[in-house]
């Protein structure tokens, strides 16, 4: 019997979007080249390198080499004649060729020659709040991920995007669960192993009683059991698209139909906007199981009674009214319980309200199907003598009660829980859970991009281009994997990942199409922009799945 029959509302998709946009993240950097090596020493001063040691020489080495290759941050530190706050400290040290002299201190011609160009100024970008619970020097002492970060010596690339070709878009992932038959209207129907051990189950007790009805048959009663079962969960099917097709009517999204033990499960991925529109979604598969009902009926007028079609098809119509009758009890998850929450919702005004009665309903419903199944079979209200259940038929009559009972009991949380979700996801603001950003350009050191968002209270660095254009963001995964005494030769660009469409989102998106975005996109970071394009921070995807969490533990 179906049990769940296409709630018209998210069975487990939306709840679980955060985790699984936290999951998914591709924490790997699409650009990532294969490393240049280091010099065996860059510190260290050889004795045939008298640039080491001759300020002179080294100014004539570092003008020649500025000649040969301009960096536009070096046009700016020579246009301006101004140092850079790269040379003041021995932490920012250029990834090239800079080396110390003897003493310990740069050489101030060294400096001049090798000046980072100044971020743009923190004053300028928004300063979104950080979560409660970050503190700036977070940002290099995150929880790593399950992806290896990569250490990089120095950057041979000047740009992020300087020699990565775009990459295809990737298929969106299939939804799974089980085998896939097919896709009718375009959503994918798939049988759940679970199937097999009904369809088996089937086969055998419909197999017993055509023992009885014609014994002639002999082994053949099995193959005809068997198409039985398969016919049955047509039916099932034909419920399921009734429900579905009234979804992509109202455009709700359908992500799967899926075929499993006691029946089907049609996961709509939004909930219905008006409480007319959900009573009829949820009223058009009992519906159909009783116009398939009647059509069986009339053909079985057709064929003579006691033969192998007129068996089939009094069977099948026997087993669609069962399957209407099931699903317009008025609990939750049933059809029944979408149509009591819905009339709940018209009058009160509230869907919290009308999700809440119908859950207590289907509560109350489990427990009466636990206790009142097995003593009307042992009555013989369903059909069959007293007499005759009992041994194995009222064990297997207990044991069928325990699990319809186990699954409206557990279908009725769940219902409740999707509705506490709903109720709190809008508590889920990317403007409030972005974390301030510093702008730095590709080759700045890691150690000196780390000072800078320090200073400023940011606990995220964005890539930008002379232009301050965003080119991709730093990944916290990456950083921690970078030990300290490497920080000033690891430029921020060969930890960072390039920014696709999909990993800019709006500061102004909140609640379910905020984790719809992060959900068309999975990533361990986003770009947070203005409605003007200007950059506003970076969305951390565990700061979001910490939020969600942290939402759902406090009571409706």
């Known amino acids: 019997m179906e049990t769940s029959g296409g709630s018209g509302q998210p069975r487990s998709d939306s709840e679980q979007v955060p985790e699984r946009a936290h999951r998914d993240a591709t924490g790997t950097p699409a650009n990532q080249d294969a490393p240049t090596p280091p010099d065996p020493d860059p510190t260290a001063v050889r004795p045939d390198d008298t640039s080491a040691t001759d300020p002179a020489a080294r100014a004539t080495d570092d003008n020649a080499e500025k000649s040969a290759a301009t960096t536009p941050a070096d046009d700016g530190a020579a246009d301006t004649g101004e140092t850079p706050d790269s040379a003041k400290t021995p932490d920012t040290v250029e990834t090239r060729h800079t080396v110390e002299t003897p003493d310990g201190r740069l050489p101030s011609d060294n400096a001049q020659a090798s000046g980072d160009r100044a971020p743009a100024d923190p004053a300028k970008t928004p300063a979104p709040a950080a979560p409660e619970q970050a503190s700036p020097t977070d940002l290099t002492k995150a929880p790593t991920p399950a992806d290896e970060p990569e250490r990089t010596a120095t950057s041979a690339r000047p740009y992020a995007h300087s020699d990565t070709a775009p990459k295809p878009s990737e298929r969106p992932k299939e939804p799974g669960g089980g085998i896939l038959m097919g896709r009718p209207f375009g959503v994918p129907v798939y049988v759940a192993p679970s199937w097999f051990l009904v369809a088996a189950l089937i086969t055998w007790v419909f197999g017993g009683q055509l023992d009885r009805v014609l014994p002639e048959l002999g082994a053949a009663r099995y193959l005809v059991a068997l198409f039985f079962a398969v016919a049955f969960y047509g039916s099932v099917l034909v419920h399921e698209l009734a429900h579905t097709i009234a979804a992509l009517r109202y455009k709700l999204p359908v992500r799967r139909i899926q075929l499993q033990f006691f ?294």
């Open 263 to 556: 029946g089907g499960v049609s996961e709509i991925e939004k909930e219905s906007e008006t409480p007319g529109r959900e009573f009829v979604l949820a009223f058009v598969g009992p519906l159909l199981s009783l116009i398939l009902a009647g059509v069986f009926y009339v053909a079985l007028l057709a064929v003579e009674p006691g033969t192998v079609p007129g068996v089939l098809l009094a069977g099948l119509m026997i087993s669609n009214l069962i399957v209407a009758a099931f699903n317009l009890l008025p609990g939750l998850p049933l059809d029944g319980g979408r149509m009591l929450r819905a009339v709940v919702w018209k009058i009160t005004g509230k869907p919290m309200s009308g999700t809440v009665a119908a859950a207590w309903v289907g509560r109350a419903l489990a427990v009466s199907v636990l206790i009142g199944l097995p003593l009307l079979t042992q009555s013989g209200v369903l059909g069959s003598a007293a007499e005759d259940s009992v041994g194995m038929d009222t064990v297997l009559d207990a044991l069928l009660a325990a699990i319809l009972a186990a699954i409206i009991w557990t279908g009725a949380g769940n219902s409740l829980r999707m509705a506490r979700l709903r109720e709190h996801l809008p508590e889920l603001q990317a403007r409030a859970l972005t974390r301030r950003a510093v702008p730095v350009e590709t080759d700045t050191p890691l150690s000196e991009a780390l000072r800078r968002a320090n200073e400023a209270g940011a606990r995220a660095l964005v890539v930008v281009d002379p232009d301050g254009e965003p080119l991709s963001l730093v990944r916290e995964a990456a950083i921690v994997g970078v030990p300290e005494h490497r920080r000033p030769w690891v430029a921020v660009s060969g930890l960072a990942q390039d920014l696709t469409d999909g990993m800019r989102v709006s500061a102004e998106l909140a609640g379910e199409e905020l984790l719809d975005a992060l959900r068309a996109a999975p990533a361990t970071e986003y770009l947070v922009v203005e409605e003007s394009g200007e950059i506003y921070g970076v969305l951390s995807a565990a700061d979001v799945e910490r939020a969600f969490v942290k939402a759902m533990a406090r009571p409706s």
